[in-house]
């Protein structure tokens, strides 16, 4: 992905950290490195994501002491997080089906004529 992805990205960053919270507490970096198997992320990316969904609520955060260093930062999704995650991914699913269909309608009208 190149040049517009990052429009598109931005879209579903949030959508992504949430689902990887869902049903376990997560650092930062293990986001990151996460998100980064399937679409190329910056740690800078998303910290500003994980602190507007800790401010908003969707995410509450603590520290844990490491085995490997200085205490990490952890991540939880909260109750009203886990809703939004829910309404998300329904608007997200309806999206993708939705450009899908145009996708797929002009397909399979490439060869029609339109009068």
């Known amino acids: ?38 679409i190329p992320l910056t740690e800078g990316a998303l910290y500003p994501i994980l602190r507007r969904l800790v401010k908003e609520g969707y995410c509450a955060a603590y520290l844990k002491e490491s085995k490997s260093g200085p205490a990490r930062k952890y991540y939880h999704i909260t109750s009203l997080g886990q809703k939004y995650l829910f309404d998300l991914n329904k608007e997200w699913t309806e999206f993708v089906e939705n450009v899908t269909k145009i996708k797929q309608e002009e397909d399979d009208g490439a060869n029609k004529s339109f009068f």
């Open 1 to 38: 992905m190149v040049g517009k992805s990052n429009q598109f990205k931005k879209g579903v960053l949030e959508l992504c950290v949430l689902y990887l919270l869902k049903n376990q507490d997560r650092y930062g970096y293990e986001i990151t490195q996460l998100v980064n198997k399937n």
